[in-house]
């Protein structure tokens, strides 16, 4: 079963795990001078981007997804309903035919749905479906240090009050940014919360540890985990980085995350 059939609650997810107003905010000002009949594209079926692109007037948005269901779920989830090209497929294989059309492509974490081994050729395909001069926007996960200790962790969760965005950060600190990733550089959501069930030291992490499945839920796995001095040779090494931002310091990614603007040879 693909992950993405197990997400359910996508309307409790919080930035950073999807586009924040700033994020939004950045791409709206390097989109301006983009010519609205241009083919421009999204990664999956952001609903935070396919309204963007419709309210800035973009006649011609491609979304690439493999997963028809959490399409149309995501598609509740916009303001807008207006017509879009969907590529249906796995991006490695559909964005071999689509090559030099995009003047843009908008990612929010995709990276961690590409095996390690399959992420060259993919930053590959996506460079190459660029047009000259397009331009890739694209949130990833950069861990550089140190992940989180659990210990660590489970004191700072022992004070925070139990809501929707601490269950948030909960979700993406543990299962994202902690010592759990160093077995494998894998996030594996059933084998973590297993642990992080038997580990909880009190009742407040356990109601947290209970509740993350609502943001995360079981099932899923992600490739995340690995430095980025490891990955960042084979990072779209042939797209000039016009500009690259953290996320916010009150972010549970912050240090951990960095928004790519990358522009390809006019
Ligand atoms: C973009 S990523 C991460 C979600 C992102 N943070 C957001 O806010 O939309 C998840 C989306 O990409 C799709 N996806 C994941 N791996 C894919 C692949 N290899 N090919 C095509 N679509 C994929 C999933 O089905 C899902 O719609």
Redesign the pocket.
């Known amino acids: 079963m693909d992950t ?1 059939d197990s997400m359910q609650n996508w309307h409790l997810v919080l930035p950073p ?3 924040s107003g700033e994020e939004l905010e950045r791409i709206r000002s390097l989109a301006s001078d983009i010519d609205r009949s241009a083919p421009v594209g999204v ?4 609903p935070e981007f396919r309204d963007l692109l419709h309210e800035f007037g973009f006649s011609n948005v491609h979304v ?4 028809m269901r ?1 399409y149309e779920v995501m598609g509740e989830w916009r303001v807008y309903q207006n017509d879009e090209h969907v590529v249906s497929g ?3 294989d559909t964005l071999g035919s689509l090559r030099g059309i995009y003047a843009l492509i908008l990612s ?3 990276s961690g ?2 095996p390690y081994s399959d992420r060259a050729g993919f930053y590959d395909l996506v460079t190459e479906a660029l047009r000259p001069g397009g331009f890739f926007c694209d949130k990833v996960l950069t861990h550089t240090g140190p992940m989180l200790s659990l210990d660590y962790l489970f004191a700072k969760y022992s004070s925070l009050p139990l809501n929707i965005l601490h269950i948030n950060n909960f979700s993406c600190e543990t299962l994202f940014c902690s010592e759990l990733l160093d077995a494998e550089n894998v996030v594996d959501s059933t084998k973590f919360h297993a642990i992080l069930n038997e580990r909880a030291p009190n009742e407040r992490v356990a109601a947290f540890v209970r509740h993350t499945p609502l943001i995360t839920p079981l099932g899923c796995k992600w490739y995340y985990g690995m430095r980025w001095c490891d990955l960042e040779q084979e990072y779209c090494p042939d797209l000039a980085r016009t500009s690259v931002h953290e996320d916010v310091a009150s972010s549970p990614y912050y240090r951990r995350m960095k928004c790519f603007c990358l522009q390809k040879d006019k």
Do not use: K, V, Y
């Open positions: 993405w795990s999807r586009p990664l999956g079926s952001t690439l997804e493999r997963n959490f796995d991006w490695r929010d974490l995709t749905n590409i």
